[in-house]
Every structure is written in structure tokens, then in C-alpha cells.
């Protein structure tokens, strides 16, 4: 036969076709190929295939036991077992325990022959209880039985041994089986031979101890045991288990030569291909194999088309499914179902129709489930209604229920509420002439009285769809017709209803939901809670978390915290800390986000040294602050100007493990470039660069407005070139600061460039950035370019607010350019052509009327001439400048 690879088939992993020994690093090689070891020794009992062929003497003996122990109430007094009890051998033991059915009763008569005068338990004996014990998986008692085999002394044979392993390692006690393996082998108990080894290798490949079977390896062959079939079939089951694809492949290859690879073999690798979602490879192996004449059996079929169908790989799957076919192998309705289920997913409807079909075509029994998958899955009523009228023949009511509830889902699906709630209410029997005729899915074949699932399904859609008025009429009409509600259905009510905010409501249910004799679950509780919370009702909240805490449920830390955001948000923080102490005197440690957030609203209302208590506080009580606490605290620190004590809480971050984030570092950088530090600041962008730590477009913003505000615009411009170099784009913010900032340092012909290279890019400045501008150009005399800029305000209506801080000196700026002769021209066409200029100027002459009695008088004649000749309301401008403080305008 030729020898068969499989590195070209798997190139992506092994790129070449020559077998490895994947045991190459525990320095020895493979011998060459021995059939496999067949023990000697007896491995199990003492028992005989056919009882009939014991003695009659010992049947009768057995049978006596027997009768004693499975006889009710059984007392170890009783004067047959008494008479019975000298007769006790190890053959006896075995005997009995073979025939006894229940592991209870087995384990009786195996506790009470261990203490019968003379008798001692021997190897066959303890395998016999061992088998019972592993089939009924009871492990303390195994346990237990196999260390009283080593306190006993109690020698074996290596086929013996073997088996107890094998007992050990089928119900996962691998751990075990080794140590017991080991304890035998040095206490001189038994001497393992190839069959013990292959047995524990067995045992060890129910885990992924790859280390462990390797060292098991190397010790088999120090003693000269040769390896056989049993010996790889474990090692290639824990290579698979591992996912160490490499070695699994080469301890296969190796396998295939020696001519060991038989359908298990083939179905632990074909199988682990599947696992690890190498579908097209778990199929080319089985083609390649299939040319040796090595195919699968049902069972592996059956696996991989449930695996390939999990990995979405339904093409595959049908591909093996068509070959289980050709291997006349026969074909159940799960098969269908996983496929057609796989297809509808896709949606593939019409071939999951195809093999609708063919099981109909072949007499299979329609399961509801894969109607109900298939109906799910239409997208067009009409379809949906056809296929319904096909199903539901040959039906009997139970499964026409779950039918017609398919058919609510796939219309709650499709957001066909109306029609959900008209079929439902055809269910009921109240039918409406006039829909019927509209509506073809109402004339039901067959009356279906909707049963609890049916209601929970159209009200949980309602309710989803905030129609919470026809959800409860639903939910009445269902009551009324005798149908009990669920905590389900009482929950969808309570949870639709709290997230409403119709509140009352929801105590209303949740009374009658009790009086019903529904106890309320977690959910129904924090749906209550949640609404409880976002209406920041403190004492109602608390009041419901001792009630939940009664009941044993637990508030979500996702309402809590949201109550904590919305006091600090409004300035009650001092009700957020009273609601935090109230829910640990509840019981329930709240969430650290919560604790954040009531951080950092002591630090909204200034108290910055509260809020450092309470971090103080969470950090005694043994939580652990993330990032966001640590950030919430440095960045209060910094606006508090105490940039120094902001360094310490970063220290301490780092103490603790705590990773800082660029938000960390960029609220340093805040602080210290408001600081007179911006020397820090740039040293600590250089420790950014060092931790991998990409600074973003803050930051850059930060030190670009930092530098400017220090006098440093070279250097300014310098790190805004660095920003763009790394792919780091400027935003309207940064373009902002930079334009602002050059102003401040005197280089307004530099910011009119940026704001230029802005504009391209549609970003739209803020009112203060004209202001700059402007202001800065008047200084230097350019009044030109500040008219430019003037205009281009005037152009978008965009001028500042009497209450902005920029309004005097947008205004002075405006009263020099009026005043000057090159533009004073140019500001009085603004004032005459832009209409919200014009508004805007004698809007300011306005406010003038609750001044002094001499401004009064003033504004009143300034007005007057503003109205008579508007020509001249840009004078309003200067009579406003001479006349008007900037505070008195804030008044």
C-alpha cells in the first residue's frame, strides 16, 4: 500500500509532505513496529463468559447473596447471611458484584465482605466494584476504593492494573490514575507491562496533558517497552485535544505506515478538524481516505455534519451528508433538522425547502421543530401562509400549537404586530369577518386554543414595540379566557411599563403578580429598580434594594451607577453618597463605577479633598480602582491646581499594577501646561513615545495650546508638523487652539494661514477665533485684514453674545475700525446691508434703557438718530463703547 502524507494536504501548518517524530525533543525514536502486546495475565476476575458453567455449588452460593442483599429492608443480621458468610471467597465476591444491578446494593455487599472474619478483598475483586462504580460515575466512592487497595497492600497483575486505570481515567480522575499508577510501580505492588502503560496513556488522553503523556512516553521506552497501535491512538487523541496540529499529523503519519490507522483513528483526526474549524482540511483528509478504502462510520458522520454545520459550513455538511447517503448508512430526522436549520440561517430557504421534501418523499415524520425553523424564516407573508396550510395536516393539537406559535414568532419577526394579535385573537375564537377576508392566515384548519407561550410571545413584541396599552388589553383578554399568565409575561409587563416610566403601573402588577403566587425574580425587581433609579428617587430605590435583599436578589450595578450619575449631575452628590452608604448597610457593595461617579461629582462641587477620602475609603474596603477612578482623581487634581498631588496618584498607579491610558497622561498634561510646567508636559509626551503609548489628538492639542500660552510658537508649530507627520489629523479644536494661540504670541498672519488650511478642510471656527484675528490685527495696525475678517463674520451672522467674555473686545475692535477713515466706510456698509448686524448694534443701544439717568438720556438720543438716518447706526457702535462698561451689559 502506498504510504500516505498528509503535510501537502495541511501546507498552511506543515509545508513539508516528510513524516516527523514529533517525539524527536525526548530524545529517542519510534522502534520499529511490533503488533500490539497482548497480556498474559488475567485482567479483570475470576468469572467465566457463562455462569452456567460454574459449579452448581458456587450458583448457589451467588444466588443466595443475591437475595439477601436486594431483598427490602435489608439487615446485615440476618440469620441466612450469617449462615452464608463462611462460604465468602474472592470468586464469590466477583460473582455477586457481577450479577448485581444496582451500584448501591453492590457497594452493601462489597463493604460488608471487606469485614467478614478471614476475608480479604484481592484485585479482582476491587476491579469488579471499580467497573460498577465508573459506569455509575459515583467518584468519592472510587476514590475511596482505590486507596484502600494501596493501604491493603493488595498486589495485581499488569492487566489488572491496566484496567483500574482504565476505570479511573473514563469518569476524569486522570490525576489519580497516575498517582495510583506510581505508587503500585514503587511499592512493588505490581510491575507495569505494555498493557498497563497503554491503559494509563488512555486515561491521560481524556485530558490535554501533552507534558504529561510525552514523560509517559519516554519512560515506556527507558524500559524497553515497544509501542504499539494502543500505544499512539492515546497520543494522538491528546495532540488533538492540545490543538497541536503539527505533532497530531505526524504521530498520524507515522500510524498510516505501520498500518495502524483504522475508523477510530481516522474519526479522532478527521473530528479534531472539525473542532478547530479546518473544515475544507477535515474534508479533503476524508477524500483522501476514502481512495484507502478507510471510511466513516454512522456515528462520525453524524459528529461532523453537526460540527460543520456550527462552523456555518453547510456546504460541507450537505457534501457529507450526500456521501452517507452513497455508504447506505440510514438517515434520522435530527440530521435534517441540524441541516435544514443550518440552511435557514444562511438563507438558504429554498434548498432547506429541497430537503423539507426529500423527508417527505421518504415517509419521515415532520418534527414541528424544523417546521418551525423553516416558517421563521420566510420573508413574505404569502409564502409563510402556503407553507402553514401544508404543515399543519396530520397534526394533533400540540403540535398545531407549537405550529402557530412558530408562525407569531416569524410575524413579531417581521414586525407584522397587527397581524400576530389578529391571529392570536382568531386562536381565541374572536374572529373578524372583515380581516379574514384580508387576511388569509385567520381562517384556521383547525381550532388551537393558545396556550401561555402564544401570549408571551405577541406581548413580549408589543411591548419591544412600545405598545404597552394593547399589550395589557392582550394580557387581560388571556385572564379572561382562563389562561394563567407567567413570571414571563408579568415581566415583559413590568419591564415595558418601568422603562415607560408608567411606574405606578408596574407596583399595580407587580401586587397582582404576588397575589397570584408568583414570587418576583431578579429581573422583575431591577426592571422596578431601573426605572426607580433614572427617576433618582433615592428613598423609593433603597426601600426596593431591602426588599430585593429579603428575597435574595441581587440590584444590577448598571442602575445603581446610573442613579449615582444623574445626582452628581444635578448637584445632589451629597444624596449620592448617602444612597452608596445605604445599599453596603443593605448588603450590596456597589460597583466601582459607581463610586467614580460620586468621585467625580465631589469633584464638579470643588471638593476635591472629599473626593480623595473616598477614594481612600474604596481602596481600605479591598477594592480594586481601575483606570477610569484614577483618571476621575488626577483629573480633578489638576483643575484644583494641585498638579503635584496629581504626579503621587499616578505613582500610586503604577504601584498597583495599573496601566495609565492617554487619558491619564493627557489630563497630566492639562494640568501641568496650566501650570507654568509645560516642560513636564513635554517630557511626559517623550515617556508616552517610550510606553507605547500613541498620543491622539488631544494631546497634541493640549501641548500646542500649552506652548503658546508660554510664549513658545515656534516650538508650537514645530510639534503640530510632529502630529501630522505620525497620522495624527488635526480637528477643529486643534486648529482652534493653534489659531488662537498665535494670535496671543503676535503672529496673526501665521494664524490666518492655519485658518485658511481649516476652512479647506469645512471645518467651521468658533466666534472667538474672528475674535482673535481681529483684535490681534487692529493691534498691529492691519486694519485691512481685520476688516477682511469682520466681513466674513458679518457674511456668516456670527457675532458674540453681549455675555460672552469676548464681546469687549470684539466691540473695541469694531469701534476702531468705524473710527478709522480706511474702514470706517467699509463698517458702515455692514451696518446697512448685513440685517443681523444692523439688529445686532441697536439691539446693544438697547440695552442701555436700565442705565444711569445721563445714559438713558444718551442712548435715547443715539436711537433717534439711528432711526431717522440709518446711514449712520454704525454710530450706535461708538456711542455703546463710550458709554456702556462691559459689566453693565452682564447686569
Not at 483500574?164 to 497516575?178: D, F, H, I, P, Q
Not at 521506552?221 to 503539527?246: I, M, R, S
Not at 513615545?689 to 508650537?716: K, M, S
Not at 438716518?869 to 462691559?886: H, K, Q, S, T
Request: contains cysteine; glycine residues 6%; hydrophobic residues 40%.
Amino acid at each position: 500500500m502506498a504510504i500516505l502524507r498528509f503535510g501537502g494536504v495541511h501546507k498552511r501548518f506543515c509545508r513539508s509532505v516528510k513524516t516527523i517524530n514529533p517525539y524527536a525533543r525526548l530524545s529517542f525514536s519510534f522502534p520499529e513496529c511490533l503488533s500490539p502486546s497482548s497480556d498474559s495475565q488475567r485482567p479483570i476476575c475470576t468469572k467465566t463468559d457463562n455462569d452456567l458453567s460454574l459449579p452448581s455449588e458456587l450458583t448457589s452460593i451467588t444466588n443466595g447473596f443475591i437475595s439477601i442483599f436486594t431483598k427490602q429492608p435489608f439487615s446485615p443480621d440476618n440469620p441466612e447471611l450469617k449462615a452464608l458468610s463462611p462460604t465468602l471467597t474472592t470468586q464469590v465476591v466477583e460473582n455477586v458484584l457481577s450479577n448485581l444491578k444496582s451500584w448501591k446494593v453492590a457497594h452493601r455487599f462489597f463493604t460488608w465482605a471487606s469485614h467478614q472474619s478471614g476475608y480479604k478483598h484481592n484485585i479482582y475483586a476491587y476491579n469488579a466494584m471499580a467497573s460498577l462504580l465508573s459506569r455509575a460515575r459515583q467518584i468519592a466512592e472510587l476514590r475511596a476504593m482505590v486507596m484502600d487497595i494501596v493501604n491493603s497492600r493488595c498486589s495485581m497483575t499488569p492487566g489488572a492494573l491496566g484496567y483500574l486505570v482504565r476505570c479511573l481515567g473514563s469518569v476524569g480522575l486522570v490525576e489519580e490514575a497516575n498517582k495510583f499508577f506510581d505508587k503500585v510501580r514503587t511499592t512493588g505492588l505490581c510491575v507495569p507491562s505494555n498493557y498497563s502503560y497503554n491503559c494509563l496513556l488512555e486515561a491521560i488522553s481524556k485530558i490535554k496533558a501533552v507534558d504529561l503523556i510525552e514523560m509517559r512516553l519516554k519512560e515506556m521506552h527507558n524500559g524497553g517497552w515497544k509501542f504499539d497501535k494502543y500505544t499512539l491512538t492515546p497520543v494522538l487523541q491528546v495532540y488533538c485535544n492540545a490543538g497541536k496540529l503539527e505533532k497530531a499529523l505526524s504521530v498520524f503519519n507515522d500510524m498510516y505506515e505501520r498500518g495502524w490507522v483504522d475508523e477510530h483513528v481516522f474519526c479522532i483526526l478527521v473530528v479534531s478538524f472539525s473542532k478547530w474549524g479546518e473544515v475544507d482540511k477535515a474534508f479533503e483528509l476524508i477524500e483522501r481516505l476514502e481512495k484507502h478504502n478507510i471510511r466513516l462510520n454512522q456515528k462520525t458522520f453524524c459528529v461532523l455534519i453537526h460540527g460543520f454545520v456550527r462552523q456555518s459550513r453547510v456546504d460541507k455538511a450537505l457534501q457529507l451528508f450526500d456521501k452517507m447517503q452513497e455508504s447506505g448508512f440510514n438517515l434520522d430526522v435530527s440530521l435534517y433538522d441540524v441541516l435544514i436549520g443550518g440552511l435557514c440561517k444562511n438563507k438558504e430557504l429554498e434548498k432547506a425547502l429541497s430537503l423539507y421534501s426529500e423527508m417527505k418523499h421518504l415517509g419521515m415524520h415532520t418534527d414541528v421543530r424544523i417546521l418551525t425553523k423553516i416558517m421563521t424564516s420566510f420573508s413574505e407573508e404569502r409564502e409563510l401562509i402556503g407553507f402553514l396550510n401544508e404543515g399543519h395536516k396530520e397534526m394533533d393539537e400540540e403540535a398545531m400549537i407549537l405550529l402557530y406559535n412558530s408562525v407569531l414568532v416569524g410575524l413579531i419577526n417581521v414586525r407584522s404586530l397587527d397581524k400576530a394579535c389578529l391571529l392570536l385573537r382568531a386562536m381565541m375564537g374572536c374572529q373578524d369577518d372583515n380581516h379574514i377576508v384580508e387576511y388569509e392566515l385567520l381562517k384556521l384548519k383547525k381550532a388551537v386554543t393558545p396556550n401561555t407561550t402564544s401570549f408571551s410571545i405577541v406581548i413580549d413584541g408589543l411591548v419591544k414595540d412600545h405598545k404597552l396599552d394593547l399589550a395589557l388589553s392582550l394580557f387581560s383578554d388571556m385572564k379572561q379566557i382562563g389562561c394563567e399568565p407567567n413570571v414571563v409575561i408579568y415581566n415583559h409587563l413590568i419591564e415595558g411599563l418601568s422603562n415607560s416610566n408608567r411606574l405606578e403601573e408596574s407596583y399595580v402588577l407587580l401586587r397582582e403578580m404576588k397575589l397570584s403566587g408568583f414570587e418576583p425574580n431578579s429581573f422583575t425587581h431591577n426592571s422596578i429598580f431601573g426605572s426607580l433609579c433614572r427617576r433618582e428617587d433615592v428613598v423609593a430605590a433603597i426601600d426596593l434594594v431591602g426588599e430585593m435583599r429579603v428575597h435574595g436578589h441581587e440590584p444590577w450595578t448598571k442602575h445603581s451607577s446610573l442613579l449615582v450619575k444623574g445626582l452628581c449631575k444635578h448637584g445632589r452628590v451629597r444624596e449620592a453618597l448617602n444612597f452608596l452608604s445605604n445599599m453596603v448597610q443593605e448588603g450590596f457593595l456597589p460597583d466601582i463605577v459607581a463610586y467614580s461617579a460620586a468621585m467625580g461629582g465631589l469633584i464638579k462641587i470643588q471638593e476635591v479633598d472629599r473626593a480623595l477620602d473616598l477614594f481612600q475609603e474604596i481602596c481600605s474596603n479591598s477594592y480594586r480602582p481601575d483606570v477610569v477612578a484614577y483618571n476621575i482623581l488626577i483629573g480633578g487634581l489638576c483643575k484644583a491646581k494641585r498638579v503635584s498631588e496629581a504626579e503621587d496618584v499616578l505613582k500610586d498607579m503604577v504601584v498597583k499594577g495599573i496601566v495609565p491610558s492617554v487619558v491619564t497622561y493627557n489630563l497630566l498634561l492639562d494640568g501641568w501646561c496650566k501650570n507654568d510646567g509645560v516642560d513636564k508636559a513635554m517630557l511626559c509626551l517623550s515617556r508616552m513615545f517610550a510606553e507605547d503609548r500613541e498620543p491622539n489628538v488631544i494631546t497634541y492639542t493640549t501641548l500646542v495650546d500649552g506652548l503658546c500660552n508660554a510664549g513658545r510658537p515656534d516650538d508650537a508649530l514645530v510639534l503640530w508638523n510632529q502630529m501630522e507627520g505620525k497620522g495624527c489629523a488635526p480637528n477643529r479644536v486643534a486648529f482652534m487652539a493653534l489659531i488662537h494661540g498665535l494670535c496671543k504670541c503676535g503672529r496673526p498672519d501665521t494664524s490666518l494661514v492655519y485658518l485658511r488650511k481649516m476652512e479647506e478642510k469645512e471645518m467651521k471656527p468658533d466666534t472667538f477665533v474672528y475674535v482673535a484675528l481681529i483684535s490681534r490685527f487692529v493691534c498691529n495696525l492691519n486694519l485691512p485684514l481685520a476688516f477682511e475678517i469682520l466681513k466674513e463674520m458679518a457674511d456668516q451672522q456670527n457675532f458674540p453674545e453681549p455675555l460672552d467674555k469676548n464681546y469687549p473686545i470684539f466691540r473695541d475692535a469694531v469701534l476702531k475700525l468705524s473710527e478709522n477713515a480706511r474702514t470706517s466706510s467699509g463698517v458702515k456698509n455692514l451696518i446697512a446691508e448685513v440685517p443681523k448686524f444692523d439688529a445686532y448694534v441697536i439691539g446693544q443701544a438697547a440695552t442701555l434703557k436700565t442705565g444711569p439717568e445721563k445714559e438713558l438720556a444718551a442712548s435715547e438720543k443715539v436711537l433717534a438718530a439711528a432711526l431717522k438716518e440709518p446711514e449712520c447706526r454704525f454710530a450706535v457702535m461708538a456711542v455703546i463703547g463710550r458709554l456702556l462698561d462691559p459689566a453693565r451689559i452682564m447686569l
